[in-house]
């Protein structure tokens, strides 16, 4: 698929069944085995840690919220595969204590509070120690995976002038070395190979003194809510990573309004991990479930079929791609499948399509930019009573009989799950909606990490749900930075305690992202129904200006031009030139079936150069992008052009493939002009 561990996690997703699935025997072993909680009285007080009153999510800083996670006391925080069949779980008590040691070995040598210390390591139990533990220690982590480029890791390295790292492995190490010459580095795998690195082992060994865990607590105490909690770089869509300063007010207020919600989680859930645990929204999933006392299992793209099936979540954190891949995978299933069953599926999203469109109708759940009278309201879902009566039979026998079967096949044991860090394509929120699995889409930013979430069971359909509790949203003129009034299209604007402090050593950055009177620029398009929803619908600066002086917002074409399962990947292009065009990376195994070629051998290179294959996808991308389909005649799609290749993860996409726009201008420029009409 060309889309690097997402593909990886999809290969195998299991289509038949994921709660009556049979799976294989699995074990866990559990430093303590997990035991139910303990009451607040019989709970254990470890020696040295100040364990804070009242529960994790009522602490004033992320250092408070760890110390009061120890008071979960045996059960099982977190859990990470020791083989194919096993995995490894630590109890919160034990975790903590952990984290405690490494903090004071790491203030026996010198670590001194609000230190930037470096965190170099993809998600697991050791990501979480080191985080808790740089945390009790009152310093500042810096994360990233250990996939960091050389030009991020630079760039990291020279503007933190870090002098205390964590890095996954020795060559990992090395690199960091290079770029920070006195930086001393905690190797957590493999053995050391210079004086400066510190094997992960030796310091969980150490025993802390009575005066390390005075000291320790004296720091916990003075840490203050406006007091950095971290610096997370950005995955540099637009340019170069700017380092997004978070306090520890701003993630507990985040971790708060998300209980709000409610979306509840307790000591019974699990939450399987699977993204980038350095992006800030599975970093803020995987912390608001340690608060709750939510189990965290640690997954991996190549095991995440197996996993989901095994563990059974009630929770995850999900992106996009995730749901545009299983919507592929089911519909191609279902192509393969019986005339019969899939005439059967057809109908059944048919009357669920309609049974769901008339009940939102009833409920004042239909997306609207304009405040409606109440008779507007009434007679809306009057009109609306008979499509629900008619549907109603045959889509209850549907369900039960075809959907739930796709349900099961798709993690039907999930009590719910958010996607965020991209838009979700209106085509796969409508499929997975007649599916009768509503995605919660939300959205935020690194610089202000969950703005709007759909509300579970009140959902509306092509928003992102109305803002967080907490949250102060208004639209202003992307020129002129006016407000606008309601039900105008505009630049989101964002306050609320969650917000970023400002960029690291970039005050013209954070002077023009952070305004007076605390609102942040998003540099979203969006509109705000009467209903208070926020539906978005483009970015500003993705925004293409044609020669014409015509503005085109790129998204809703990609979203209409992804539709065709001939198309894996597409980027719409024409910044300063004539007309639009497509840079189109096509799914090899649909156009070559749609030729009637072979699959075997035909790779995106082979299908760049057949014209054949080129002439079939220019009349796909005309055919979604037509007048008749509601576009403008200046959003028409003039040029298209095949890649040669994917588009990459660290190169034209981030790790939760957005598409980093002017690399693709950079690396494709001339393929650019050749579709665009450039001179």
């Known amino acids: 698929m060309g889309n ?50 009242g529960l994790p999510l009522e602490q004033p800083t992320v250092s408070a919220m760890w110390a009061a996670v120890a008071s979960h006391g045996e059960h099982l925080l977190c859990c990470s595969r020791i083989d194919r069949e ?53 310093a500042v982590d810096v994360p990233r995976g250990s996939d960091v480029s050389n030009r991020e890791l630079t760039h990291i390295c020279g503007v933190t002038a870090m002098g ?77 990573p700017k380092g997004v300063m978070l306090s520890h007010g701003a993630m507990m207020a985040q971790l708060r309004a998300i209980a709000a919600v409610p979306i509840p989680l307790g000591f019974n859930d699990r939450l399987l991990s699977l993204l980038p645990v350095w992006h800030i929204f599975e970093r803020t999933a995987s912390l608001y479930a340690v608060a709750c006392g939510a189990s965290l299992w640690f997954t991996s793209p190549r095991r995440f079929a197996d996993d989901l099936a095994q563990v059974q979540p009630s929770f995850m954190a999900s992106a996009p791609r995730l749901w545009e891949a299983l919507d592929a995978r089911i519909a191609a299933a279902v192509r393969k499948s019986h005339p019969v069953r899939r005439a059967l599926v057809a109908a059944g999203r ?125 639209l202003a003129d992307p020129e002129s930075g006016a407000a606008l009034p309601p039900g105008q299209r505009g630049e989101i604007q964002a306050r609320g305690a969650m917000a970023m402090s400002g960029y690291w050593q970039d005050e013209q950055a954070s002077a023009a992202t952070l305004l007076a009177g605390g609102w942040l620029r998003t540099g979203d398009l969006g509109e705000i129904g009467a209903d208070g929803c926020l539906r978005i619908v483009g970015r500003c600066k993705d925004t293409i200006v044609l020669r014409s002086g015509e503005n085109v917002e790129p998204g809703p ?89 994917p588009l990459e993860l660290g190169e034209e996409l981030t790790k939760l493939l957005k598409v980093r726009r002017h690399i693709v201008h950079e690396r494709w420029a001339a393929e650019i002009r050749r579709i665009c009409g450039g001179d």
């Open 4 to 53: 690097g561990w997402w593909a990886a996690a999809m290969a195998a997703w299991p289509l038949n069944g994921c709660s009556r699935r049979a799976s294989r025997p699995w074990t866990l072993s559990v430093t303590a085995m997990a035991m139910p909680c303990p009451s607040a009285s019989a709970r254990p007080r470890r020696r040295g840690l100040r364990l804070m009153s």
């Open 86 to 138: 096993g995995w490894r779980g630590l109890r919160a008590d034990t975790l903590v204590a952990r984290a405690q040691r490494l903090a004071a070995a790491l203030l026996r040598r010198g670590l001194l509070p609000a230190a930037p210390v470096g965190l170099f390591a993809d998600h697991g139990e050791q990501w979480l120690i080191a985080h808790a533990a740089i945390q009790l220690a009152a």
């Open 164 to 240: 205390w790292a964590f890095a996954a492995s020795p060559d990992l190490a090395a690199r960091v070395r290079e770029r920070s010459p006195g930086c001393r580095i905690i190797l957590l795998n493999g053995e050391p190979s210079h004086e400066a690195e510190l094997p992960w082992h030796q310091l969980l060994e150490e025993a802390e003194s009575a005066e390390e865990l005075s000291e320790l607590c004296r720091r916990q105490g003075t840490v203050e809510e406006s007091d950095l909690h971290s610096i997370i770089f950005t995955s540099a869509t637009t340019g170069k």
């Open 350 to 474: 048919f009357c669920s399509r309609h049974f769901r469109a008339a009940s939102r109708a009833i409920d004042g759940r239909r997306p609207h930019l304009r405040p409606q009278s109440l008779a507007l309201r009434w007679a809306i879902a009057a009109l609306n009573v008979p499509r629900w009566l008619l549907f109603l039979a045959p889509h209850g026998l549907l369900n039960t009989a075809v959907l739930e079967r796709i349900r099961q096949s798709t993690g039907a044991c999930l009590k719910a799950t958010v996607s965020g860090g991209g838009a979700l394509p209106p085509a796969v929120d409508e499929f997975f909606t007649d599916l009768g699995l509503p995605v919660l889409e939300g959205y935020g930013m690194t610089e202000f990490p969950v703005i709007s979430v759909r509300v579970p069971g009140r959902a509306v359909p092509g928003t992102v749900g109305p803002p967080l509790p907490g949250v102060e949203l208004r």
């Open 557 to 645: 074409i990609e979203d209409a031009i992804r539709r065709s399962p001939l198309v894996e990947q597409v980027v719409v292009v024409g910044q300063d030139a004539k007309h639009l065009g497509a840079l189109v990376v096509p799914d090899c195994a649909a156009l070559a079936h749609a030729l009637g070629l072979a699959e075997e051998g035909f790779d995106v290179a082979a299908a760049a150069a057949h014209p054949q294959a080129s002439a079939l996808l220019r009349h796909e991308v005309h055919r979604l992008v037509s007048r008749e389909q509601g576009f403008r005649p200046y959003e028409l799609v003039q040029g298209v052009a095949l890649l040669p290749r």
